[in-house]
Structures are given as C-alpha cells and as structure tokens.
C-alpha cells in the first residue's frame, strides 16, 4: 500500500491550494481515505475524509465551507480544494486510508492503517 501527498507550498492568506493524494497497492475505491494535518507544536488532527461513495463526508468544524474532498476512483486520487486559506491552516498534511472504520469517524485518533509521507503548506503573509 502506497500513498503520495503533494500540492502543498507557501501562500498567503486568503489564496488556495489543490491538494492530491496518489495510491497503488489497494483497491482504492473499496475503502474510506481522508486529510490529516499536523501544525508545529501541536497534535495531528482529522481534516477531511470520504467514504468509498463519496456519500459519507467529514470535516472538522475549522475547514467547513472552505475545504472541499473529492476523490477519482478511476485514478486512485484523492484530492483536498482548500480555499480561503488562514494562518492557522499551515502544517504538513498527510492522506491516509482505513480499511475497517467509516469515513466519519477520522476524528478518532485511532483512524488510518496506511499513511502517506506528507506534504507541507504554509500560508502566511
């Protein structure tokens, strides 16, 4: 099981990034995937993640309206649209995939069998 994160780079407030997630070993459209993210200083956290339908979404409160996932089962990606980026959006974000707990439950610490290296974004003015 593999996962790469990119996309990531420095902007300032206000901009937008497109993140990607490419994976191979799995079948990718069987099983949940999100964004995860760790700022300096503090604990990783949950960003977003999808149900193998997509019907099933997550995202923690501080991304909502701003974070769009979306995820092509045809090419085994899986992306993160961040808009309107903030200072307190920077940190290394991972993808990661779970082949047992939902979607909607990447809040629990305990979340992610396989994880990717990750890519850092930094938005500052």
């Known amino acids: 099981v593999q996962l790469q994160a990119s996309g990531g780079g420095a902007v300032q407030p206000g901009e937008s990034l497109r993140l990607s997630c490419r994976t191979s070993g799995f079948n990718f459209r069987h099983f949940s995937i999100g964004w995860f993210r760790q700022a300096p200083g503090k604990e990783r956290e949950g960003v977003s993640c999808i149900g193998r339908s997509e019907r099933v979404t997550y995202y923690a409160d501080s991304v909502k309206g701003r974070f769009t996932i979306s995820r092509d089962n045809t090419e085994n990606t899986l992306y993160l649209q961040m808009n309107s980026l903030k200072p307190e959006d920077t940190g290394v974000y991972y993808c990661?995939?779970?082949?047992?707990?939902?979607?909607?439950?990447?809040?629990?610490?305990?979340?992610?069998?396989?994880w990717g290296q990750g890519t850092l974004v930094t938005v500052s003015s």
């Open positions: 990661a995939t779970d082949f047992e707990m939902s979607a909607s439950n990447c809040y629990f610490n305990s979340w992610g069998d396989y």
